[in-house]
Each structure stands twice: as structure tokens, then as C-alpha cells.
T-cell receptor, first 112, second 109 residues
Framework: DTAVSQTPKYLVTQMGNDKSIKCEQN?????MYWYKQDSKKFLKIMFS???????INETVPNRFSPKSPDKAHLNLHINSLELGDSAVYFC???????????FGPGTRLTVT | KNEVEQSPQNLTAQEGEFITINCSYS?????LHWLQQHPGGGIVSLFM???GKKKHGRLIATINIQEKHSSLHITASHPRDSAVYIC???????????FGEGTQLTVNP
């Protein structure tokens, strides 16, 4: 079974649309993360939730809104998509207090 | 200047060569991670270090806390080792990971 899964794997959409990416982990972890990887392969943290509470909120546009309905899920909703949002978005999870993070397979978002 | 610097950015090797990728960081850390990202995009954690040295198969990771430096070594490299290798540090002040820009490794047969 996949430990950290993301859907969809690929997402192609037009500027101005609203889209969501979903992430689920079955590892029993209580902390989840969203990372953005740009075209230069540079990974940057966007958000982190611990027990459904936001604990890291980097400087990202407020068009990006994470939602954690429960500890096993962290979804990312993006409003009014822009060309610069094109990237690969990775979800990850860990147990609070433990340092190991487990990454999902990534969602490649292309905004045209 | 990024808090985590990797070198080299790109590395091409012949099969069988010994490979070293370096990572330097400028902040206090509680742990350092080495990650591998294959062309398909998935990210796999290779090592998590807070001191000393770890070995897994042909991969060896070392860290020198005083010098704020870590190295990832690959012995007897193989084309399937071709991937981007990413160094990431967890700062002592928080739970987030800060990433290096990655090293693109290509091993030719």
C-alpha cells in the first residue's frame, strides 16, 4: 500500500481556474507538509499541519489554502491559478518529534 | 545565499566510479537528510543523520557537525544511480526542512 499518496498525479489547467490537490497518508503520522518544487528542482516548504492545526505557513500567496479535514489528509486548494504556479507539488508526512519525512509521488501542475 | 549549499550542481560519471556529493549549511541543525529524486519525480529518503556516518549498501553518508558539512558517497556507481540528490537540514529552531538545490548525477554505462 502506498504510504503517502497524492491525486491527481498530473494537472493541466488554464489561468484563472481554481483547482485542488489531495494528499493522504496511511502511516498514522500526525504532521503533514506541502512543498513546491520549481523548474530548477528547488524544493520549498509551503505549509505544515500538526494534528489538523497549521504550524508552518511560509510566505505564499493567499490564493493557496491548505485544508486538513483529519490527521491523515492535507489538501491544497489554489484559487485563480497563475502561470507561475506551474510546478511539482509534493506532500509529505512525519510523526511530530521524529525527524524522518515520507514524501508523496508529487503532482505536476501546469498552468496554461 | 541559500542556507544549504550543495556541490557540484551537476556530476557526470562513468559506471564504477566513486562519487562524492557535498553539502554545507550555515544554521544550527538537529538533523540532516539526504534525499534521492528519480527522473520519474518521486522523492525517497536515503539517510537521516545527526552525527557520524551511516551506510546503506553502496551509499555512505557522513556529517561533521563542527564544520557544518556532510557528504554523500556512492561506491561502484551504476547507471541506475542517476538521479537528483538533495540535501536537507532540519533547523534546531523548528520543524521545517530547508533544502539544497540538488545535485544532478548522471552515471554513464
Amino acid at each position: 500500500d502506498t504510504a503517502v499518496s497524492q491525486t491527481p498525479k498530473y494537472l493541466v489547467t488554464q489561468m484563472g481556474n481554481d483547482k485542488s490537490i489531495k494528499c493522504e497518508q496511511n502511516l498514522g503520522h500526525d504532521t503533514m507538509y506541502w512543498y513546491k518544487q520549481d523548474s530548477k528542482k528547488f524544493l520549498k516548504i509551503m505549509f505544515s499541519y500538526n494534528n489538523k492545526e497549521l504550524i508552518i505557513n511560509e510566505t505564499v500567496p493567499n490564493r493557496f489554502s491548505p485544508k486538513s479535514p483529519d490527521k491523515a489528509h492535507l489538501n491544497l486548494h489554489i484559487n485563480s491559478l497563475e502561470l507561475g504556479d506551474s510546478a511539482v507539488y509534493f506532500c509529505a508526512s512525519s510523526q511530530w518529534g521524529e525527524l524522518e519525512q515520507y514524501f508523496g509521488p508529487g503532482t505536476r501542475l501546469t498552468v496554461t | 545565499k541559500n542556507e544549504v549549499e550543495q556541490s557540484p550542481q551537476n556530476l557526470t560519471a562513468q559506471e564504477g566510479e566513486f562519487i562524492t556529493i557535498n553539502c554545507s549549511y550555515s544554521v544550527g541543525i538537529s538533523a540532516l537528510h539526504w534525499l534521492q529524486q528519480h527522473p520519474g519525480g518521486g522523492i525517497v529518503s536515503l539517510f537521516m543523520l545527526s552525527s557520524g556516518k551511516k551506510k546503506h549498501g553502496r551509499l555512505i553518508a557522513t556529517i561533521n557537525i563542527q564544520e557544518k558539512h556532510s557528504s554523500l558517497h556512492i561506491t561502484a556507481s551504476h547507471p541506475r544511480d542517476s538521479a537528483v540528490y538533495i540535501c536537507a537540514v532540519r533547523e534546531t529552531s523548528g520543524s521545517r526542512l530547508t533544502f539544497g538545490e540538488g545535485t544532478q548525477l548522471t552515471v554513464n554505462p
